[in-house]
């Protein structure tokens, strides 16, 4: 089988021309062309993840986060993009990145998050092509519950040790929006969509200042976006049922965030 049959599965599922225009969804690394026997589903494309390929023989990567995000004035080994590059061409193997194409679509980043949390009656919280597609996504949970408990349950279920929160509401929530990743630039939708707390990641300090009766929480970029990790490899699996298709055994600990 070549790559390009692997990326025409996932571009079904989350067409490349949704990306956002200063992303790099997509080949990283490789040609469309080669003929590859094994994938392996990570989350960043690291040295240990291409090792872990190889390892597994798996001759193609597909990973969330883009191997080559920012321009690259040079591939060195002491670097951490220029290591996995180095790698990834001394074993021959493709990568390819997902990003902001199923950042969008329904049952994408967001919609995974939110199914983890256990919400209900899940919509997109910030439509751009239709009904369906775009950034974040909003639902109930199925009981309302207090704001210290509902933070426990976003704590729980996406497996962060410490969140921050703006100031907790006084009354109980319900109606929860999110945005996997950075997500700070959708709290105006997150309002307007009735919700009581909106969860993403990288919230900076002067959008914690809120009106009463809605609160964020950042819960880390990384534990709002791991889910697709599974989603991917559940899309591969169903469109070729008898390829190798493997979740990477390091994506789950690729976190660059330590709580100490």
Not at 56 to 65: A, E, K, L, Q
Not at 103 to 130: C, F, M
Not at 222 to 243: A, G, M, Q, S, Y
Request: glycine share 10%; hydrophobic share 45%; net charge negative.
């Amino acid at each position: 089988m070549k790559a390009a049959d692997i990326i025409a599965a996932i571009e079904e599922f989350a067409p490349a021309c949704y990306q956002e225009e200063r992303d790099n969804t997509g080949i990283q690394v490789g040609s469309p062309e080669q003929e590859v026997h094994g994938v392996l589903i990570g989350f960043d494309c690291t040295e240990a993840l291409v090792e872990e390929a190889v390892r597994r023989g798996c001759d193609m990567i597909i990973n969330h986060h883009p191997l080559i995000y920012r321009p690259v004035s040079r591939i060195s080994p002491e670097d951490p993009t220029g290591a996995a590059i180095i790698a990834a061409i001394r074993h021959g193997i493709v990568i390819y990145a997902t990003h902001t194409a199923i950042d969008k679509v329904t049952g994408g980043v967001s919609w995974a998050t939110a199914r983890k949390l256990g919400l209900q009656n899940i919509r997109t919280l910030s439509p751009e092509y239709g009904e369906g597609v775009g950034f974040g996504a909003v639902g109930e949970l199925p009981e309302a519950l207090l704001a210290a408990e509902a933070v426990e349950l976003v704590k729980s279920r996406l497996g962060t040790p410490v969140v921050r929160t703006s100031a907790l509401i006084p009354g109980k929530v319900r109606t929860v929006a999110l945005c996997g990743g950075s997500g700070t630039s959708l709290i105006p939708a997150a309002m307007k969509a009735g919700a009581q707390m909106y969860i993403c990641g990288d919230i900076t300090y002067h959008y914690f200042f809120l009106p009463e009766g809605f609160m964020v929480v950042d819960a880390g970029h990384f534990e709002t976006e791991i889910e697709i990790v599974k989603v991917i490899n559940d899309v591969i699996r169903k469109k070729f049922p008898n390829f190798v298709s493997l979740v990477s055994e390091v994506a789950g600990t690729s976190n660059p965030v330590n709580y100490l």
